[in-house]
């Protein structure tokens, strides 16, 4: 693995941020959101060694995990964010929906941060780049941590006026966003319902919770967040993206796809992020499917040309 060099001037203030900031009351529930689910993971492996781990809480794991994962890999980011490819009304409501269940924030409120971070990626007014305090050691170390979650507690809120006007002028988008509590209420009971149901008991109902709510979400969030902060670096580069984007081959599978960064910061609307060979990209292959359906049109595939003149020789 190689590690980027050099880094950018650390970020200041930008006016391309809501005038509310984030409250203590907001701040504080995002912190029960991040550190109860963790508690849960470093509990996993006592729990299942003392109370055993049913086959229904695995299928509903795995389920919720794949259900959220390409919610926001193919909903949130390519298709929302980067708009890689045009998605039937329906499909549009349905990725919004599972991306929402993930509890990343809001469709509208991702997607205003997320193409903020590329405005600016690894610069001034990048939301979470790793570079932001220096490239020493120490202050690399410091930015990690602040890329990984720390950024998640700033009292700035990206503007989605500014960011993502075309989603606020979307009467549907903005519907979910809004209910986006109550969806996040969905994401942790529904599992414990799928439990109770399938075992017909309170026990089921308690370990799907455990594992399909609290465990799930915790690792959904951190290989989430690991593209922000490990992806941006250490890792290989191979195309030109202008900033300190890399590819991670380990987290290519539980990110479906998003860890071949690289390519991505390089070309951004393109709608397969792992277009070398061997680069297992699940996300590309969903959007694949739908567009077999006629689900999707205008899908912004790889251009060999355009990826020939990117390529670092």
Same mark, same amino acid.
């Given at each position: 693995?190689?590690?980027?060099?050099?880094?950018?001037?650390?970020?200041?203030?930008?006016?391309?941020?809501?005038?509310?900031?984030?409250?203590?009351?907001?701040?504080?529930?995002?912190?029960?959101?991040?550190?109860?689910? *963790?508690? +849960? @993971?470093?509990?996993?492996? /006592?729990?299942?060694? %003392?109370?055993?781990?049913?086959? !229904?809480?695995?299928?509903?794991?795995?389920?919720?995990?794949?259900?959220?994962?390409?919610?926001?890999?193919?909903?949130?980011?390519?298709?929302?964010?980067?708009?890689?490819?045009?998605?039937?009304?329906?499909?549009?409501?349905?990725?919004?929906?599972?991306?929402?269940?993930?509890?990343?924030?809001?469709v509208i409120d991702w997607v205003a941060t997320h193409?903020?971070?590329?405005?600016?990626?690894?610069?001034?007014?990048?939301?979470?780049?790793?570079?932001?305090?220096?490239?020493?050691?120490?202050?690399?170390?410091?930015?990690?941590?602040?890329?990984?979650?720390?950024?998640?507690?700033?009292?700035?809120?990206?503007?989605?006026?500014?960011?993502?006007?075309?989603?606020?002028?979307?009467?549907?988008?903005?519907?979910?966003?809004?209910?986006?509590?109550? *969806?996040? +209420? @969905?994401?942790?009971?529904? /599992?414990?319902?799928? %439990?109770?149901?399938?075992?017909? !008991?309170?026990?089921?109902?308690?370990?799907?919770?455990?594992?399909?709510?609290?465990?799930?979400?915790?690792?959904?969030?951190?290989?989430?967040?690991?593209?922000?902060?490990?992806?941006?670096?250490?890792?290989?580069?191979?195309?030109?993206?202008?900033?300190?984007?890399?590819?991670?081959?380990?987290?290519?599978?539980?990110?479906?796809?998003?860890?071949?960064?690289?390519?991505?910061?390089?070309?951004?609307?393109?709608?397969?992020?792992?277009?070398?060979?061997?680069?297992?990209?699940?996300?590309?292959?969903?959007?694949?499917?739908?567009?077999?359906?006629?689900?999707?049109?205008?899908?912004?595939?790889?251009?060999?040309?355009?990826?020939?003149?990117?390529?670092?020789?």
């Open positions: 693995m190689t590690v980027a060099p050099s880094a950018p001037p650390r970020p200041q203030a930008l006016p391309e941020l809501e005038a509310k900031p984030k409250g203590v009351f907001e701040r504080v529930l995002l912190a029960v959101f991040i550190a109860v689910p *963790l508690l +849960a @993971v470093a509990a996993a492996v /006592p729990f299942a060694w %003392g109370w055993g781990l049913g086959w !229904s809480d695995v299928a509903i794991t795995v389920l919720m995990y794949t259900v959220t994962g390409l919610g926001v890999t193919v909903g949130y980011h390519r298709h929302f964010t980067h708009k890689s490819f045009k998605a039937k009304r329906p499909l549009r409501i349905a990725l919004a929906l599972a991306g929402s269940l993930s509890i990343e924030m809001s193409r903020r971070h590329h405005k600016y990626s690894d610069k001034e007014g990048d939301p979470h780049s790793p570079w932001r305090f220096g490239s020493d050691w120490k202050a690399l170390t410091k930015g990690l941590v602040w890329a990984h979650m720390g950024w998640l507690f700033d009292a700035g809120r990206t503007s989605p006026a500014k960011f993502c006007p075309d989603l606020v002028a979307d009467k549907d988008i903005r519907r979910i966003s809004r209910v986006f509590p109550g *969806l996040v +209420a @969905v994401s942790m009971l529904l /599992p414990a319902l799928l %439990g109770g149901l399938i075992t017909m !008991s309170w026990w089921g109902a308690l370990t799907a919770f455990f594992w399909g709510s609290l465990v799930r979400v915790s690792l959904l969030h951190h290989v989430t967040w690991a593209i922000n902060s490990i992806c941006h670096v250490m890792g290989e580069e191979v195309f030109d993206s202008r900033d300190k984007a890399r590819n991670v081959w380990w987290l290519a599978i539980p990110s479906f796809g998003e860890s071949w960064h690289n390519l991505h910061h390089a070309d951004p609307t393109c709608a397969r992020h792992g277009v070398l060979k061997g680069q297992i990209d699940i996300s590309a292959r969903l959007i694949w499917i739908f567009e077999r359906f006629g689900w999707v049109h205008d899908v912004r595939w790889p251009n060999a040309e355009r990826l020939a003149a990117k390529r670092i020789s």
